[in-house]
């Protein structure tokens, strides 16, 4: 399998520049942003759990996390890879990757991480906040969510980078500046 991580802060083009990514390379795009969105929606017992974590921008519980996983895993055999977006976000997270991917003797090539500013994605947010009103998208929380970044996942760039599969990929530009480089990166 060919499993790619789209890493960076939040509003940094994770989202936007994955799809595009799993489209050209034929690989499943997995959000666990969205995923979790989507259970909150539903209101399910999961999404009930992670309803208020999210609102604030605090990380979801790891074990929650590796639930997803698993069923990500299982419900998507045969895939050629996966595109990672959002995920991982802490050691616990990345380990448990590993582990599972292990299992399928898999694992992951390359982490691309978006290079992005913090006035450039609180920008992008608040202009997101206007059309899409995205709960976590208001400036409170936005400052808490660059702050779990820094603190909780930017430590496992260091992580990848010590297996050599660390690729920074500038994240301001065009969305097909940034695809290019991201494309580049990837080979
Ligand atoms: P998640 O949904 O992953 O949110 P996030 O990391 O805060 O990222 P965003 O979705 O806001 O931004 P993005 O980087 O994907 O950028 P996008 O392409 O959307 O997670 C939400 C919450 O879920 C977390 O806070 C946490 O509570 C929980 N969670 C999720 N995964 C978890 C995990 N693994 N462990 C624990 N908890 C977890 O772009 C943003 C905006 O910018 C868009 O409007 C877009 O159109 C625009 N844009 C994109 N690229 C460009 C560009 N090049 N130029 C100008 N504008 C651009």
Redesign the pocket.
């Known amino acids: 399998m060919f499993n790619l991580i789209i890493f ?1 802060p ?7 520049q994955s799809v595009k990514v799993a489209e050209k390379y034929g690989l499943k795009h997995i ?4 995923i ?1 969105r989507c259970e909150v929606k539903a209101e399910s017992e999961l999404g009930n759990k992670v309803k208020d ?2 609102t604030t ?4 519980p790891d074990e929650l ?1 590796f639930q997803i996983l698993i069923s990500v895993l299982e419900n998507n055999k045969g895939v050629k890879g996966f595109v990672f ?6 050691l616990a ?1 990345a380990l448990e990757l590993n582990k599972r991917l292990k299992a399928e003797n898999s694992e992951v090539v390359k982490a691309i991480s978006l290079e992005v500013e913090d006035e450039e994605v609180v920008d ?2 608040l ?2 906040a206007e059309i899409e009103g995205r709960k ?1 998208d208001n400036k409170k929380t936005i400052s808490n ?1 660059l702050n779990v970044y820094k603190k909780q996942t930017s430590p496992l760039l260091n992580f990848y980078d010590e297996r050599g599969r660390l690729c920074p990929v500038h ?5 097909d500046e ?1 695809f290019a480089d991201i494309c580049k990166a990837v080979g």
């Not at 921008?57 to 979801?60: A, K, M, P, R, S």
Request: aromatic share 2%.
């Open positions: 960076g939040p509003g940094s083009g994770k989202g936007t959000s666990t942003g969205d979790l974590i999210m921008g605090e990380l979801v996390l977006d959002g995920f991982p976000r802490t997270q992008r947010l202009k997101r976590d969510r994240g301001e530009g065009s969305i940034v």
